[in-house]
């Protein structure tokens, strides 16, 4: 099942965006049908379940953070992790970068931007981002790596919505582009769609779905 639901799924995704399979709240058994059908980047929001998961799980997967992370936990982490998808503060990107330090790593990170109606959502404004890129603070960060920008749409039907907030994340992405990362070549993903808006994601430029309840079933 798992596995037919993957290969539905990367028909319809092309060769150049990349599929995070959104393993949250499954156990390691059911993940690994996942693994064992060739998929090695996974997604998971909290950082218990995360390094759980981790330390149980084969060592050649990227593991993904795409939900909030408070500071106080990004050591648990910061030995491992792939890709955090979610910072939405200079004080939690300090705390990656000092942490990223003491393991000799640079960490790759996405500024999550706040695209959706509802307010309850994390994220950044384009104006809390520029102030962040081009803080002092910021520049002199030499174990992070920003690599791109993540978004959430509204929980809508309405795909125009959908649409035109994945746009608005698409725009922040060239503006942020061209202002701060012209001559680096890492900054260039864009990290939108899920399962009920991935297609949509992908025509307006993803190149990073987060795909859950598609591939493992709801939760
Ligand atoms: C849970 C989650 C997903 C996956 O959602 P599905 O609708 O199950 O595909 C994607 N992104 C984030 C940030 C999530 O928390």
């Known amino acids: 099942m798992i596995r037919e639901n993957l290969d539905t799924i990367r028909q319809t995704i ?16 059911v993940v690994m049908e996942a693994y064992d059908a060739g998929q090695r980047i996974f997604g998971e929001n909290k950082v218990q379940e995360m390094t759980d998961k981790h330390e149980k799980m084969p060592k050649d997967i990227q593991w993904h953070l ?19 998808h979610s910072v939405d503060s200079i004080k939690l990107l300090a705390e990656i970068n000092k942490e990223a330090k003491k393991n000799n790593r640079i960490i790759n990170c996405l500024l999550q931007f706040h695209i959706a109606q509802e307010e309850t959502k994390f994220g950044l404004s384009i104006e809390e981002a520029t ?8 520049v002199e960060m030499e174990n992070v790596s920003v690599v791109g920008i993540m978004g959430m749409a509204s929980f809508t039907d309405d795909q125009e919505v959908v649409r035109q907030e994945f746009r608005t994340l698409e725009h922040y992405f060239q503006i942020l582009k061209s202002h701060f ?23 307006e430029g993803s190149t990073m779905v987060r795909v859950g309840s598609s591939i493992f079933g709801s939760r």
């Not at 992370?69 to 955090?84: C, D, E, G, R, T």
């Not at 070549?185 to 991935?198: L, N, R």
């Open 14 to 29: 092309p060769t150049n965006v990349t599929l995070i399979a959104v393993s949250k709240t499954k156990p390691v058994e």
């Open 66 to 84: 795409i939900g909030h992370l408070q500071s106080n936990k990004v050591k648990y982490i910061a030995p491992f992790v792939s890709l955090i």
């Open 181 to 203: 990362f012209k001559f680096n070549d890492h900054f260039k993903e864009i990290s939108m769609g899920m399962s009920g808006d991935y297609l949509i994601a992908i025509e």
């Open 131 to 138: 102030d962040i890129l081009k803080s002092k603070e910021f």
